[in-house]
């Protein structure tokens, strides 16, 4: 038996700024677009798996997960 059986729904507790930042990503983005304050957040946001950061060509980009 898989847990998502077993667990028919879960939420990821958010504060309001990490909200805020999460609702502003939109796409594939650079993570230098963002200012420091923002880039903290989605750092955190990385490590609740619901961002994630992609290397490419000496870049750092990030993409929103899909939430169901």
Known sequence: MKLNELITSFSIALSNEENDVLNKI??????LTYEERE???????????LVTRLNRDGETYIVKNDMF
């Open 39 to 49: 880039q903290y957040i989605i750092q955190n946001l990385i490590r609740k798996s």
């Open 26 to 31: 939109e796409g594939v983005t650079s993570l």
